[in-house]
T-cell receptor, first 110, second 114 residues
Framework: AQRVTQPEKLLSVFKGAPVELKCNYS??????LFWYVQYSRQRLQLLLR??SRESIKGFTADLNKGETSFHLKKPFAQEEDSAMYYC????????????FGQGTILTVHP | SAVISQKPSRDICQRGTSLTIQCQVD?????MFWYRQQPGQSLTLIAT?????????ESGFVIDKFPISRPNLTFSTLTVSNMSPEDSSIYLC???????????FGAGSRLTVL
């Protein structure tokens, strides 16, 4: 079965510090990986997807098939980055059928 | 991307009753899905709502407990039947935006069963 693991439930950093949210996946085929974010009192929304290879709000994530990882990184965290972050994957059957990780609550202190 | 309206946004229900959650999308979408987020847990896919046919349920979810309707391409309902406290969760409607292949989520319906 597919599994997405986010080992850190909580992550705290200070403003301006680098941040890395870890994500490991288990699918052995060619998965598509996503990071979703939920800011306080807002709905869950897509942050970025690996296939786009883009940087959103300063965040990047690289798919490492050897380590089966898709860690989310930002060199200089901002207070507005404080949110719940979910890593998710699809196994190729449908882009709508996502397997989510447990989520990481990121808190950026001033 | 599509705009999704879900209602109710929250409700408190008695054990043994049923509640229907509505999901309205502002544009026609091919694929609609229902997810559940139990307290302190991640999101889990319940089923794919198929227009004009029976929903496709994931392992661990059955039609008798979670009947789903999808009468057209912009609307779906999820009913949580014969509720127990274990059904207390946030239920989320989501749609797949054609062309973008990205899931868009509704705000969710927070259900508390006493």
């Amino acid at each position: 079965a597919q599994r997405v693991t986010q080992p850190e439930k909580l992550l705290s950093v200070f403003k301006g510090a680098p941040v890395e949210l870890k994500c490991n996946y288990s699918y052995s085929g060619s998965p598509e990986l996503f990071w979703y974010v939920q800011y306080s009192r807002q709905r869950l929304q897509l942050l970025l997807r690996h296939i786009s290879r883009e940087s959103i709000k300063g965040f990047t994530a690289d798919l490492n098939k050897g380590e089966t990882s898709f860690h989310l990184k930002k060199p200089f965290a901002q207070e507005e980055d404080s949110a719940m972050y979910y890593c998710a994957q699809t196994g190729g059957t449908s882009y709508g059928k996502l397997t989510f990780g447990q989520g990481t609550i990121l808190t950026v202190h001033p | 991307s599509a705009v999704i309206s879900q209602k109710p946004s929250r409700d408190i229900c008695q054990r043994g009753t049923s509640l229907t959650i509505q999901c309205q999308v502002d544009s026609q979408v091919t694929m609609m899905f229902w997810y559940r987020q139990q307290p302190g847990q991640s999101l889990t896919l319940i089923a794919t709502a198929n227009q004009g046919s029976e929903a496709t349920y994931e392992s661990g979810f059955v039609i008798d407990k979670f009947p789903i309707s999808r009468p057209n391409l912009t609307f779906s309902t999820l009913t949580v039947s014969n509720m127990s406290p274990e059904d207390s969760s946030i239920y989320l409607c989501s749609v797949l935006s054609s062309g973008a292949n990205v899931l868009t989520f509704g705000a969710g319906s927070r259900l508390t069963v006493l």
